[in-house]
């Protein structure tokens, strides 16, 4: 395997929830904190995420306790 090959990255879902992912995520009033849940992210206790944090696959997302992710990120 070449060293600029990324052959080993799986997205880990179906396009179709990918999608479905973008497309809530565009939604005016989407609430970041909320929504990694309903796709299957795993987030600690005392978690701080702030404004602006884009998420591509919430589902490959774990987060340990104690931890803040500050913005554009």
Do not use: H, T
């Not at 989407?30 to 978690?47: E, N, Q, S």
């Not at 884009?54 to 990120?73: M, S, T, Y």
Request: glycine share 8%; with cysteine.
């Amino acid at each position: 395997m070449r060293a600029d090959s990324n052959s080993y990255f799986r997205r880990g879902r179906p396009r179709w929830v990918e999608a479905l992912w973008m497309i809530a995520s565009a939604l005016p009033g989407f609430r970041l904190r909320a929504a990694p849940a309903a796709f299957w992210a795993k987030i600690g206790a005392g978690v701080v995420i702030k404004p602006l944090v884009v998420v591509k696959f919430p589902w490959n997302l774990e987060i340990g306790d104690d931890v803040c992710i500050g913005q554009r990120v």
